[in-house]
């Protein structure tokens, strides 16, 4: 018995003592964990349920020169809700659900009945859903909205709202000036202004901790509006909404009428290098696009424009007088044993060295050139005064990618210099520069010999306050004499008086410029037809230039291809409408041009109040037939009066037209109706999502605006 109790309190002493040691361990571990490693601990419990990420301030905004956006960032929100998270007990659930689905089935989706959406909130929560959509790219009064809604406005933590910030970056003028402003880009490298001013657009960098709630998915701690990092500043731009929108159109209009491939047209005001315009549209698909920067970008051959410069040189060397007379044997000479045509056929077998230019004579500039720089052995000297003009240099506008000029060494063999090297460069070819510096150039001489550098930014802005600002900066104050650009000056106003640009003379105000037509496959023996490019460059008004512009148009197949005929009407067009945008710098002017039908472009198909058109048109000297009974009506063409205002009646029982209405037009009409309107886009309404005359059963309708 003695031996068996000691056994058995032996076998209580080791599980006792197995015990106390188990519990010392147990203690060790703890104090370890605690006390040693608790640091490492905590921090990799961190790393499981929270993390911090960088963030970026939003990307500041391209404006135009009036204040109006050009490229701008908009905030957009996921708004999701947190449907298990532990401040949420089902007291408070259950007594707020059916609210909250009547809010959700009311302003968010329509198409979900209150009670689907109260069964639909009921299964995710007992599915365990701690991440679910609400809604996706909400506005910002929208966010604000919901936040406001049953439950959600306890908050992230009490009521479960989850609500993710996030950016896009949108043109609200769409493609106008679309490459020169740019893109922004995550997974490729940003171009145009976006790249050249990256650095001040670009928001400031910060931290933010988000927590996971279930499986891949984190949420913000905190409020949203915490510690998001400084916006970047706003890149104040010299491009004039206005005049942008008038030649891109009228580029456009242009490119379509010709078939052409590519065109470009670009305005600057004269005395200070400012860009107000820049359109670079080329074909793809059937479609005008901006795809490239080819006022900047591309390198060609100038043609007949480049005769400014070459009859420049003669000035400022003394080696001809405009009014002397010379030969040019109906358009037809041959030099080096090549022939030399004229572009335009004529009858002339001697007049002045003046009116040669006027008419664009190749044979006239090529034969003087040819006998007074190769012939007395002068070559350099010519290529010495293009060197002065600055046509063999960048105009180091703020873009990149910008051409370097191509003007030969006079003798370099290596550059395939020969006896043919100097006439063919007088008239444009075997040199080759980009439009902009071609524009540069012609501005100079508007500008009374005076370089200055085109630029497209004239300050940086911060909250409003400008922190740098951008001033015209002189090139050259003088790149021929006085006397030189003086001739200069008369000659490019004889152009569009008596020559290859008579038919842009306006009555209005005078247009000085030089036409050009290029050969572009003039090196290709077995072309099958000629490719051309046509061209126009030069400034009004002409006494006292307030613009200077160049328009490209690149392999015109259709309805003509020289210069006179299918870039000067667009230049013509665009010089125009500028003046028309600020009659008040020249009323007489607006009077003379702008109340002929001829000159008018007349907003067909747009809408408006009646009384408001009646009146717009009136001011003007116009007093268009006016259907009655309508308190809207459309413009629409007319051949005996140009155009009247036809009635746009408005039903009170079918779904509303409102295509060719403004904003604030169509918003009117349909609200009155009790639909709710969604828009998108800028302008003037293209579609509406409920066809007009529809029934009013629908109660929502979305519109969508375009220039």
């Avoid at 479609?287 to 591309?298: D, K, R, W």
């Avoid at 105009?395 to 550059?415: C, F, H, Q, V």
């Amino acid at each position: 018995m003695d031996k068996s109790r000691k056994v058995l309190l032996l076998r209580v002493f080791l599980v006792a003592l197995g015990f106390t040691i188990f519990a010392l361990a147990i203690a060790f571990q703890l104090i370890k964990v605690s006390l040693i490693e608790g640091a490492h601990w905590s921090a990799q419990a961190e790393r499981l349920y929270l993390k911090t990420v960088e963030t970026e301030g939003d990307r500041g905004d391209i404006l135009s020169e009036n204040g109006l956006p050009l490229a701008t960032s908009l905030q957009f929100f996921d708004i999701r809700m947190d449907l298990n998270t532990q401040a949420l007990d089902d007291r408070i659930f259950f007594a707020e659900i059916d609210s909250l689905a009547w809010y959700l089935s009311r302003y968010v989706d329509r198409s979900k009945s209150t009670a689907e959406y109260r069964n639909f909130l009921i299964q995710r929560r007992r599915a365990g859903e701690r991440y679910l959509l609400l809604k996706r790219n909400a506005t910002f009064d929208e966010m604000k909205m919901i936040s406001q809604f049953p439950i959600l406005r306890r908050g992230q933590f009490r009521g479960g709202l989850i609500v993710e910030r996030k950016s896009r970056r949108v043109k609200p003028f769409r493609s106008l000036a679309s490459r020169t402003i740019g893109l922004d880009r995550d997974n490729a490298p940003n171009v145009g202004l976006e790249a050249a001013f990256d650095e001040y657009l670009r928001g400031e960098r910060g931290e933010r901790t988000l927590q996971r709630i279930s499986g891949a998915n984190w949420i913000p701690v905190g409020d949203l509006a915490l510690g998001n990092p400084a916006r970047g500043a706003d890149v104040v731009t010299t491009i004039n909404t206005d005049i942008q929108d008038v030649v891109h159109n009228t580029l456009l209009n242009a490119l379509k009428h010709h078939n052409a491939k590519y065109g470009v047209a670009v305005v600057m005001r004269t005395q200070t290098g400012e860009i107000v315009a820049i359109s670079n549209l080329e074909r793809q698909n059937g479609v005008y696009i901006e795809s490239y920067n080819h006022a900047i970008g591309s390198l060609v051959e100038p043609g007949s424009l480049f005769k400014l410069a070459s009859v420049m040189a003669l000035l400022e060397d003394g080696l001809v007088d405009v009014d002397e007379e010379i030969d040019i044997n109906r358009g037809r000479t041959t030099i080096c044993n090549r022939t030399v045509r004229d572009s335009e056929p004529h009858e002339y077998t001697r007049t002045s060295f003046r009116h040669s230019f006027e008419i664009s004579s190749n044979v006239g500039v090529a034969r003087v050139v040819n006998e007074r720089y190769r012939m007395q052995n002068r070559e350099a000297d010519f290529i010495s005064r293009l060197r002065q003009f600055g046509l063999d240099r960048r105009t180091e506008i703020e873009l990149s990618g910008e051409a370097d000029p191509y003007i030969k060494e006079a003798g370099n063999r290596a550059e395939n210099w020969s006896c043919l090297s100097l006439p063919w460069m007088s008239f444009g070819y075997e040199l080759s520069m980009t439009p902009l510096q071609l524009l540069t150039f012609f501005n100079a001489v508007a500008n009374n010999g005076k370089a200055v550098r085109p630029y497209l930014v004239s300050e940086l802005r911060r909250d409003g306050r400008t922190i740098r600002s951008f001033r015209p900066t002189v090139l050259n104050p003088a790149i021929a004499s006085e006397a030189t650009i003086g001739v200069a000056q008369e000659l490019l106003k004889g152009v569009v008086e008596n020559g290859t640009g008579r038919r842009i003379k306006s009555e209005a105000f005078e247009i000085a410029g030089k036409t050009g037509t290029t050969q572009l496959n003039y090196t290709d023996a077995g072309r099958e037809r000629t490719v051309y490019q046509a061209s126009f460059a030069g400034y009004f008004p002409a006494e006292a230039p307030e613009y200077t512009a160049i328009v490209m148009i690149s392999e015109p197949s259709r309805n003509g291809f020289y210069g006179g005929t299918v870039a000067a009407p667009v230049f013509r067009e665009i010089a125009d409408k500028i003046r028309a945008i600020n009659p008040d710098r020249d009323p007489v002017a607006l009077k003379n041009a702008g109340l002929r039908p001829a000159n008018v472009s007349f907003p067909y198909w747009q809408v408006g109040q009646t009384e408001d058109l009646r009146y717009l048109f009136n001011s003007l000297g116009w007093f268009p037939g006016v259907g009655e009974g309508s308190d809207y009506s459309i413009v629409m063409p007319d051949e005996e009066l140009a155009f009247s205002l036809n009635p746009r009646r408005v039903s009170s029982d079918v779904m509303p037209n409102v295509v060719g209405m403004g904003l604030r037009d169509a918003l009117y009409v349909l609200e009155r109706k009790g639909l709710e309107v969604r828009a998108s886009g800028y302008g003037r309404v293209v579609r509406q999502s409920v066809p007009p005359g529809s029934g009013l059963n629908h109660q929502s309708v979305e519109i969508v605006l375009d220039l």
